[in-house]
């Protein structure tokens, strides 16, 4: 069964660093591209970062680019966000998904979606 699991979010403060990991129970993990969207109460999912299958190439939000950063490591079927410089404003819920489109920032474009995890970053 195809499955994504979040973990790392958290409370911290602005300016403080998160790595969020995405565990991903897929056939053939390195055959999708992987993505991170947030959420907050009341918007639409918004695109944060994708990578390609194999990790070579990637796509951030513009919001984010700079200070966030999305890899890969295909033998643990993992997907990470390391994110620095926090801000409030980034404070969502965090989520991961497979797309079989390279650097999708759309999220009609995923297959599969992980639980989400809860970022919160004070001021």
Do not use: H
Not at 20 to 39: E, I, K, Q, T, V
Not at 43 to 72: H, L, N, Q
């Amino acid at each position: 069964q195809e499955q994504l699991v979040e973990s790392g979010g958290g409370l911290v403060q602005a300016g403080d660093s998160l790595r969020l990991s995405c565990a991903a129970s897929l056939r053939a993990f390195s055959d999708y591209s992987m993505g991170w969207f947030r959420r907050t109460p009341g918007k639409e999912r918004e695109f944060v970062a994708a990578i390609s299958w194999g990790g070579g190439s990637t796509r951030y939000a513009d919001s984010v680019k700079g200070r966030f950063t999305i890899s890969r490591d295909n033998a643990k079927n993992t997907v990470y966000l390391q994110m620095n410089n926090l801000k409030p404003e980034d404070t969502a819920v965090y989520y991961c998904a497979a797309s079989v489109y390279s650097l999708s920032s759309y999220p009609g474009g995923y297959a599969y979606w992980g639980q989400g995890t809860q970022v919160t970053v004070s001021s």
